[in-house]
C-alpha cells in the first residue's frame, strides 16, 4: 500500500471543465471531472503541506448553512474557505426563516445576493434535501442571471439525502492514497449497528453510486429492511457495469467480509421508518419524530451482532483488510474499539482530505487559468 502520491501536473483544459460547476451528486458528473478535482484536491493538499498558501479568491464570502450536526464537514467548509482567502460564514439551518417556512429558492436568492460560494447540509429527511439545494440553487441562479451579475456562486451539497458527495470524494482520495489500481478490489460497505441515532442512508448511497465508477467489486451489505433508495442501487449496477466492476448485496456481514479489500461499515436507519419520518416532519410532529426515532434505534438493536470486530477482520483479504469510516463511529457498537484503535489514524487522514476537496471545488468551479495561478504561487514560494 501506498500513502501520499506524488504532486500531480495539473491540466487546464481539464480544469476549464470545473468552472462554474455546482456539486449536487457526483452521479450528475462526469467521471472524468470527477478525476479533475480528486487532481485538483492532491495538488492544493501538497502546496498546503509544503507550507504555500493559495489564495485565490480573497476577500470572497462563503456560506454554508447546516440543517444538521457536523464536525468534520464545517471544520472541513472553514478550513477550505480560509485557505482560499475567503471569509467562511457557518450558519445553523434552524435559526433561519426556513424554521418559518421561507422557501428553499427565496432563500437562496438571498443568500446568493452577496455570497460567492454555498454548501448546504439537508439530510435528514428523505427526498427533501436535494431537492432543498437544487431549489436554492435555482433560486440565487435566477437572482443572479435577472441582475446581470457576474458572480459564480458554486453550490456544494455538504451532504443530503441521497448523497455525501464531499465525503465520498474524500472517501476516494483515501483509497487512492492506498491503492494503486481500485480495478477489481474488493470493497465492502455494509451496515453495523448503532445504539446512537437513525443516521442517514446518503453515505452509503454516495459509496455505491461513486465507488461502482472505479471498477472495484462492490459488495453492499445489510440486514432486511435497511435497503438504500432504489435510484442510487439504479445508478450503481450501471456503473458498475460501464466501469468494469460490480456490484453486488447480501444480508450477510460474513460473507460481505470474506476476501474484502476493504470495508466500510456503518450505520443507517431502516428504510420504512426513515419514509415514515416524512409525513410525521412534514406536520410538524414532533412527538411522532420522536416515536419514530425509538422505533428505529429498537429496529437496529435486533441486528447488534453487526459489528467490524477482530474476527470478522480476519475473514477479509490476508486479514489486512483496509478499514473505512466516514465518522463519528459508534465504538463498541459499528466497530470494536481495537478495530478502531488500529486504524484511528487512517480515519483522520480519510477525514482530511474533505477539505481538500471542498477547497478544488470551490477554486475549479471560481478561477480561470487555475493551473498557471497555482504553479505562479509555487515558484513564488
Ligand atoms: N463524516 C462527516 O460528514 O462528519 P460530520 O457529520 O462531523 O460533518
Known amino acids: 500500500m501506498s500513502e501520499l502520491k506524488s504532486s500531480p501536473l495539473l491540466d487546464q483544459a481539464a480544469l476549464s471543465s470545473l468552472l462554474g460547476q455546482s456539486l449536487l451528486l457526483t452521479q450528475d ?33 462563503a456560506w454554508a448553512v447546516f440543517f444538521d450536526a457536523s464536525t468534520r464537514t464545517k471544520s472541513a467548509w472553514a478550513g477550505a474557505a480560509s485557505r482560499l482567502g475567503m471569509q467562511p460564514v457557518i450558519v445553523d439551518g434552524s435559526s433561519t426563516q426556513v424554521s418559518h417556512g421561507e422557501t428553499a429558492a427565496e432563500t437562496g436568492a438571498m443568500l446568493g445576493m452577496n455570497a460567492h460560494a454555498m454548501g448546504i447540509r439537508h439530510d435528514l429527511i428523505l427526498g427533501e434535501g436535494n431537492s432543498f439545494i437544487r431549489d436554492l440553487k435555482s433560486g440565487i441562479d435566477s437572482y443572479l442571471d435577472s441582475t446581470e451579475d457576474i458572480r459564480k456562486v458554486p453550490i456544494v451539497n ?38 446512537s441515532y437513525a443516521k442517514p442512508l446518503s453515505v452509503p448511497q454516495g459509496l455505491i453510486t461513486l465507488l461502482t465508477r472505479t471498477g472495484a467489486n462492490i459488495t453492499l ?79 437496529n438493536a435486533e441486528h447488534t451482532d453487526w459489528i467490524c470486530d477482530e474476527r470478522r477482520m480476519g475473514l477479509t483479504n490476508e486479514g489486512t483488510a483496509l478499514y473505512m469510516h466516514c465518522l463519528p463511529a459508534d465504538i463498541g457498537d459499528e466497530v470494536s474499539p481495537g478495530v478502531m484503535d488500529l486504524h484511528k489514524v487512517n480515519v483522520a487522514k480519510e477525514a482530511n482530505w474533505k477539505v481538500y476537496v471542498v477547497m478544488a471545488l470551490l477554486a475549479g468551479a471560481k478561477v480561470p487559468d487555475l493551473a498557471a495561478k497555482l504553479a505562479s504561487l509555487e515558484e513564488e514560494a
Open 221 to 299: 451489505a445489510h440486514p432486511p429492511g435497511y435497503q438504500l433508495m432504489e435510484e442510487t442501487m439504479t445508478a450503481a449496477a450501471s456503473n458498475a457495469e460501464a466501469s468494469g466492476g460490480s456490484f453486488r448485496v447480501t444480508n450477510d456481514m460474513d460473507d460481505a467480509f470474506a476476501d474484502a479489500h476493504v470495508v466500510y461499515p456503518k450505520s443507517w436507519g431502516a428504510y420504512d421508518l426513515m419514509l415514515e419520518r416524512v409525513d410525521a416532519n412534514a406536520a410538524g410532529n414532533s412527538d411522532e419524530m420522536a416515536a419514530i426515532e425509538k422505533r428505529a434505534l429498537e429496529r
Open 29 to 61: 458528473w462526469s467521471t472524468e471531472d470527477l478525476a479533475t478535482v480528486r487532481m485538483l484536491a492532491r495538488k492544493l493538499a501538497d502546496l498546503d503541506r509544503k507550507g504555500i498558501r493559495t489564495p485565490l479568491c480573497p476577500n470572497e464570502l
Open 158 to 195: 455538504l451532504q443530503c439525502d441521497i448523497d455525501h458527495p464531499t465525503q465520498s470524494m474524500a472517501d476516494l482520495l483515501w483509497l487512492e492514497d492506498n491503492f494503486d489500481d481500485l480495478n477489481q478490489k474488493n470493497i465492502t460497505v455494509s451496515w453495523a449497528y448503532s445504539p
